[in-house]
């Protein structure tokens, strides 16, 4: 046994509905939580966070009932869903983490911090941070929600809102600059909180827009009583016809609003050489003409001639020449009114006039997008020239804010705090004001502004809408600021720290919970997509944080993610690197390991469905974790979806993450034989299936659930060797762990009823279809019934010579076990599953579950094996129905649990 610690709750069990719904529902939160305050890649679900921090810290109490409270501890922790917890709750889960650590409470170390979730939920419980990352993008982020902020918490502004002599709010502008005697500070607010950070954040916004415009305002002419949205644009080529040779506009849509009874589009008109661009707007019926655009690929057909310019012709002149840009409408507001309108001569020529920045730095597009195809292969390609020149005329702005507020008397952690805030609201500001920008018309609402990395990538756009930062919708500086300040309220103030470093060399000031979401694989190029923004915070924010910004672009060679582009296209170079780029980064982090805690680290799964690719990845980070002398002590799948969303739409869904607890193998262990491994595998794989299936661990997710007691057997060992004495791999353990699974299932079937045993077998032969009697005859004979026993038992239909199984399509809704002479768990199963999904949802199955008594287990069982037949069978059909019943296990106890409580109420 080398077993020679305290076990944490974490590796012993887990609330895993209750931390799923509340993942869900942060997922599906858009806006007010830290996400606020600046985009980052994959960020991980706060609640899960919280959950397995808490499980990770507190000792398993080994006692059932002392169990149980804990997990109620934990299930009140996410009860809020993407909402804070409440603070009693928050009072209590500290004190038992005080008390579970006399001599003080350890830090809490994210070497792969990211957008700052782990550390964020680690302050929320009380505990110090120490966090890190290779990119200066992911620092700034999260030093900014626990470092920075903490630090100024409580404060009082500088520029405190005025009071007018009648008690209104002024705008905040000090007396001096109004003009006006009549303001004067009340002096009896007080800001509590961050809200006085976030007044000077505000006030300092504004003044940064008022400068900018004096320099900006010449390139942006508005017409009387306008307010500017958007200026709509498309790249254009010049067709190769020969005969027509016309500057072609290559959009993708001519819609400009979809919104009903205000229908507004552009019709092409070609007349000589030119191409007219009229809008049509305030429509109510009527549509635009079909769009140049090709279904598929980056063809177009000429406005003029018809003749296509296809994706090799594009690609070539892109290169050669460059394609052009042509503004072809202007999205304005008049009296609160939307207008479409055709742009004006002046409008056009003032996005010309701006001038060159030349030092934007020439950074290359490494990505892999589309976009190099095009010409368009540097980073600045990404913008007008006029967006260029706005966002380095605000970046510069920002950049005196620092010096000001010392020279108006606050201090350097106020200064750093506002300053900070200002340069990442740039960064969020620039997201809607490039060429990733998408024009997004609506039918319920006026068209908007799309900002970019809707998904993880910067892809080529034909069409994009330039916004206005100044215009009170998408895009504007001053809205942007208020949205990332709204991330404050999320954030509870405790101490940290957090630094750029690579994974591999970080170390925790003090002996530390590890706890990480790391890259997962191929999936996201974080580095690659980082320069978007690091340009800009750069240029805003050198002074302020100069340990971030030495090289003009993000460091992309120390990043651990296995994308080929980075290794010359080869897959198993790449695959090489991260392998061996883990293993050191796992063997360093032991150095920072609190003796007693484990690791947690945090695995996301890059498609979300079962396949091929994912075992490499997860082969690949296992691999490291053994290489570097990990045993794995306790794995959890956690989903982001809600079991209705499974059904119909994400046939095969995996587990969005996977928790994987870790502890450093003891130096006493030693190898043993395959023999000896597999023998393991049998004799404690079986107990702890079961505990996964009573934990209602999704079937889908089950083969990879599985690994975690697996794997904790294989790794316990210093290595498993085959008959020739070589070591056995993490992908072979792997197999054996997967061939150990299905044996399980297979014996479980053994404990069916046998005419649930024949069903199975039926099933697996023939699906739903009909066979022969005798085929049917010879099944049934070796679980020691006839068919008719069958039949009579309700599983199949037995006609014309043909045996046909019972459970699909019309189903007996007033079936009760309790009233069947031969209930089996085959017609409960089918039962659940259709009074789930096609009948009155948790409420009956639940009802029916609680009816079904000893069956219960049975039919659970019945199912995992089904969806596991299903699965291999390629019958996602099926597959998600049973998928859907098993996640849906414990609404339907708790529902039959609220009834029976309710019942016995009445009597
Ligand atoms: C999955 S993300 C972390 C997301 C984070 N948990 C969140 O909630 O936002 C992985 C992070 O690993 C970082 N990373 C990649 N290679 C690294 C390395 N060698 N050292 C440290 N961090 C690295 C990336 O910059 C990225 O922020």
Redesign the pocket.
């Known amino acids: 046994m080398s077993e020679t610690y305290k076990r944490k709750l974490v590796e012993v069990a887990l609330p895993l509905d209750e931390i799923n719904a509340a993942c869900k529902a942060d997922k599906d939160r858009k806006t007010g939580t830290i996400r606020n305050l600046h985009k980052?890649?994959?960020?991980?679900p706060l609640p899960a966070w919280r959950a397995l921090l808490f499980a990770a810290l507190v000792d398993d109490p080994e006692d059932e009932e002392k169990r149980a409270y804990l997990l109620d501890v934990i299930k009140r922790l996410v009860a809020n869903g993407a909402d804070l917890p409440d603070d009693d709750t928050l009072a209590e889960a500290r004190r038992i983490i005080q008390a579970q650590f006399p001599d003080g409470v350890p830090t809490v170390m994210?070497?792969?911090?990211?957008?700052?979730?782990?550390l964020v939920e680690a302050q929320r419980l009380g505990l110090p941070t120490f966090g890190?990352?290779?990119?200066p993008v992911?620092v700034l982020i999260t030093r900014t929600l626990t470092e920075l902020l903490p630090k100024v918490y409580g404060q009082q502004p500088l520029h405190p809102e005025m009071v007018t002599e009648t008690g209104s709010r002024g705008k905040g502008k000090k007396a001096h600059q109004t003009g006006e005697d009549i303001f004067g500070t009340d002096e009896n607010v007080t800001y509590s909180g961050y809200d006085g950070l976030i007044r000077d954040v505000t006030y300092y916004a504004e003044l940064v827009r008022e400068r900018a415009w004096e320099d900006l305002k010449d390139f942006y002419p508005c017409l009387p009583g306008e307010t500017p949205i958007s200026w709509l644009w498309a790249r254009t080529a010049i067709c190769p016809n020969p005969a027509c040779g016309i500057e072609t506009v290559l959009t993708t849509s001519w819609w400009l609003s979809k919104k009903k009874n205000e229908l507004a589009w552009i019709e092409p008109q070609v007349a000589g050489k030119a191409v007219a661009l009229e809008v049509t707007s305030g429509q109510k019926a009527g549509q635009p003409p079909a769009p140049p655009k090709a279904a598929r690929g980056a063809s177009f057909a000429c406005l003029g001639c018809g003749q296509i310019l296809t994706e090799e012709y594009l690609e070539e002149q892109g290169e050669s020449r460059g394609l052009g840009l042509r503004m072809t409408c202007v999205v304005a507001e008049v009296g609160g009114r939307r207008i479409y309108r055709a742009p004006l001569p002046n409008e056009v020529d003032s996005t010309r006039v701006v001038p060159y920045e030349a030092w934007f730095p020439e950074i290359t597009a490494s990505d892999g997008g589309t976009r190099r195809r095009f010409g368009l292969d540097h980073q600045a390609d990404l913008y007008t020239p006029r967006q260029l020149h706005t966002l380095t005329t605000l970046a510069d702005q920002v950049a005196l804010i620092h010096n000001e507020i010392i020279e108006e008397g606050g201090s350097v952690a106020w200064a750093d705090a506002v300053s900070t805030t200002l340069g990442l609201a740039l960064g969020q500001m620039a997201r809607s004001s490039s060429a990733l920008c998408l024009w997004r018309p609506r039918p319920s609402a006026h068209a908007k502004a799309e900002s970019a990395f809707g998904r993880n990538d910067l892809p080529m756009m034909w069409d994009f809408a330039e916004t206005y930062w100044r215009g009170d919708s998408v895009g504007d500086w001053c809205g942007t600021v208020r949205s990332v300040t709204r991330a404050f309220a999320y954030q509870h103030p405790w101490e940290g720290r957090v630094e750029a470093?690579?994974?591999?060399t970080?170390k925790s000031p003090r002996p530390a919970l590890v706890a990480?979401?790391?890259?997962?694989f191929d999936a996201?190029g974080?580095?690659d997509l980082?320069d978007y923004f690091y340009v800009w915070h750069r240029r805003a924010l050198r002074a302020v944080h100069p340990d971030l910004y030495p090289t003009v672009a993000s460091p992309k060679s120390?990043?651990?993610?296995a994308m080929p582009s980075h290794h010359d296209g080869d897959r198993h170079a790449a695959r090489q690197y991260f392998i061996e780029?883990f293993t050191s980064?796992f063997r360093n982090l032991q150095s920072s390991m609190s003796p007693g805690l484990p690791m947690l680290v945090?695995y996301?799964s890059k498609e979300q469905r079962a396949g091929a690719g994912e075992e490499t990845r997860w082969e690949s980070i296992l691999s490291a974790m053994l290489a570097a002398d990990l045993e794995i002590t306790g794995a959890w799948p956690i989903h982001m979806t809600s079991v209705a969303k499974m059904i119909g739409v994400n046939k095969n869904m995996v587990a969005a993450y996977i928790v994987m607890v870790c502890r450093p193998r003891p130096s006493s262990s030693s190898t043993v034989s395959l023999m000896e491994f597999t023998r393991e595998l049998r004799r404690e794989l079986p107990s702890a299936v079961l505990a996964l299936q009573e934990a209602s661990v999704l079937p889908v997710d089950l083969p990879q659930a599985v690994l975690g007691p697996g794997m904790s057997i294989f790794s316990r060992h210093r290595g498993v060797l085959d008959q020739s004495g070589d070591h056995i791999s993490v992908g072979r353990a792997m197999q054996l762990i997967s061939t150990a699974l299905g044996e399980i299932l297979d014996e479980q079937q053994g404990e069916l009823d046998p005419a649930s045993r024949f069903a199975v077998a039926w099933w697996e032969s023939h699906g739903w279809e009909s066979g022969p009697f005798g085929t049917a005859d010879q099944l049934a004979r070796p679980q020691g019934i006839s068919v008719n026993d069958v039949v009579i038992a309700g599983v199949a239909e037995s006609r014309g010579g043909n045996v046909r199984l019972a459970g699909r399509g019309d189903l007996d809704r007033s079936w009760q076990p309790s009233k069947d002479a031969h209930p089996t768990a085959w017609e409960a199963v089918h039962h659940l599953v259709d009074r789930l999904i096609d009948g009155g949802g948790v409420l009956e199955a639940g009802e029916l579950l609680e009816d079904l008594g000893p069956l219960k287990d049975q039919a659970q069982m019945l199912a995992y094996r089904l969806e596991s037949i299903a699965a291999r069978k390629g019958w996602s059909k099926d597959q998600e129905r049973y998928n859907a019943l098993i996640g849906s296990w414990s609404d339907m106890l708790a529902a039959a649990a609220r009834r029976t409580g309710s019942l016995e109420g009445l009597f």
Do not use: H, K
């Open positions: 980052w890649f994959a960020p991980a994210d070497p792969f911090c990211g957008g700052g979730s782990t890190s990352d290779l990119n992911p470093r690579d994974a591999r970080a990480t979401d790391p890259p997962y996201i974080y580095a980082s120390a990043e651990l993610t780029g980064t945090v996301a």
